[in-house]
């Protein structure tokens, strides 16, 4: 299966779920990887977007970024970032778009990521 930017990550959702869709080629390569290293995790992950993207209270693995990273931009609009950690480094960064009912998954990825150290 090729996935890249635009594309939905399977599969649709359902009835008062969320849709989560990759921003880029690269976040949906780095997916397909987290659910290769940590099916279970990224599982929880995607579950996490498909139901409560923005959590009343956040957690430590599933909260809004900070600073600069707290707002992303996505077709000149700017939505609230928020961040699940799936495994000790690997995290899902997503844009949560609440009028389309949209998660944009930014950035997926194994490692942790560079922009917050």
Request: charged content about 20%.
């Amino acid at each position: 299966m090729t996935l890249g930017k635009g594309d939905p990550v399977p599969p649709p959702p359902g009835k008062g779920e969320f849709e989560v869709k990759f921003t880029s080629r690269s976040a949906a390569v780095g997916w397909l990887e987290l659910c290769r290293q940590a099916p279970g995790n990224t599982l929880d992950a995607w579950l996490q977007m498909r139901t409560g993207p923005a959590p009343v209270v956040p957690t430590p693995r599933h909260h809004r970024l900070k600073g600069d990273l707290a707002i992303g931009t996505r077709n000149g609009k700017t939505y609230p970032q928020w961040q699940i950690e799936v495994t000790g480094g690997g995290r899902v960064w997503y844009l949560f778009d609440e009028n389309a009912a949209t998660c944009w998954l930014v950035h997926a990825g194994t490692g942790h990521p560079k922009r917050t150290e």
